[in-house]
């Protein structure tokens, strides 16, 4: 079974603070996903990767940038956290352009 | 482009009961459906899913309909148990994209 993980859990922040959250899958998988998760809102996509060094752009990208280190690694980064980026946060991956995404637990993230 | 509405947002019944869940969505092509739970401090794990070649799909306690002629997609929970009690979340994709478009969530509570 795929295995998706994601760190921190919880994050809090400042506006205007920088954040990382960091996403490993170990299936061994070409795809991963980065969403938010808003009440409302379901799932929106923020960027994606079909391999590593490749980035390629979401539904609702600004204010993020994602970096595919290796094949299993992929980074969410926000420079300038800001109020709106308050969400939960979740990494997917899928092998190829698959049906199926494996979902990772979610970090929380608090921007005040 | 494709767009979900998923409903009701909130849906609690009794223990034994039946649940279901309904998103129409608007694009025709529409090829691939899904459901997806998401359990308290959990990611999304994969329910059920269904091409546009089947109507009707029944495991373990769960059913989806499709109807293609109202572009509508429904999970029925039959006999709900406290178990059950989570988000649902249907997605679907296009023929032409492999982006999987979310529902907007419902969450279940299942009262013994």
């Known amino acids: 079974e795929a295995a998706v993980t994601q760190s921190p859990r919880n994050k809090v922040t400042v506006t205007g603070g920088n954040v990382t959250l960091s996403c490993r899958q170990t299936n061994s998988h070409n795809y991963m996903y980065w969403y938010r998760q808003d009440t409302g809102h379901g799932l929106r996509l923020i960027h994606y990767?079909?391999?590593?060094?490749?980035?390629q752009i979401g539904d609702v990208p600004d204010g993020y940038k994602a970096t595919r280190t290796t094949q299993e690694d992929f980074f969410l980064l926000l420079e300038l956290a800001s109020p709106s980026q308050t969400s939960l946060y979740f990494c997917?991956?899928?092998?190829?352009?698959?049906?199926?995404?494996?979902f990772g637990p979610g970090t929380r993230l608090t921007v005040l | 482009g494709e767009q979900v509405e998923q409903r009701p947002p909130h849906l609690s019944v009794r223990e034994g009961d039946s649940a279901i869940i309904i998103c129409t969505y608007t694009d025709s092509a529409t090829a691939y459906f899904s459901w997806y739970k998401q359990e308290a401090g959990a990611g999304l794990q994969l329910l059920m899913s269904v091409l546009s070649n089947v109507d009707r799909k029944e495991e373990q306690g769960l059913t989806v309909l499709l109807n293609k002629k109202d572009k509508r997609l429904s999970l029925n929970l039959t006999a709900a148990h406290p178990g059950d009690s989570a988000v649902y979340f249907c997605a679907v994709r296009s023929s032409g994209s492999w982006q999987l478009i979310f529902g907007s969530g419902t969450q279940l509570t299942v009262m013994p």
């Open positions: 997917a991956s899928s092998e190829a352009r698959s049906y199926e995404q494996y």
């Open positions: 990767s079909y391999g590593a060094g490749n980035l």
